[in-house]
């Protein structure tokens, strides 16, 4: 992929949902909400302070994260869904 984030930006790519609930149940597609956790595929380098040094971001590509319901661009690049958001906007990483 050719594509590098700037700044404290973070390429993410959706994890899939569930397709049953805890009962058994079997979800329509139509009924699902986009899921809140994603894989880091790439970050940038982090965002400059005051003093023009750069703060390295806190994520890592391949970390597990949990973001808001609303945040991001969704984009597509080579023919996949990406999400690219800011840094501020994860939530958590998801300890494996």
């Not at 609930?21 to 595929?41: L, M, N, R, S």
């Not at 970390?63 to 690049?77: A, N, P």
Request: aromatic content about 4%.
């Amino acid at each position: 992929m050719a594509f590098r984030p700037l700044h404290d930006r973070v390429l993410l790519r959706r994890l899939e949902g569930e397709e049953k609930t805890k009962g058994g149940i079997i979800i329509p597609d139509t009924a699902k909400e986009k899921p809140q956790e994603g894989e880091v595929v790439a970050v940038g380098p982090g965002a400059r302070d005051e003093a023009g040094r750069i703060n390295a971001l806190d994520v890592r590509a391949g970390d597990r994260v949990l973001f808001g319901k609303w945040s991001g661009t969704e984009i597509k690049v080579d023919g996949q869904d990406l999400l690219i958001l800011k840094e501020s906007d994860i939530l958590g990483v998801i300890a494996a």
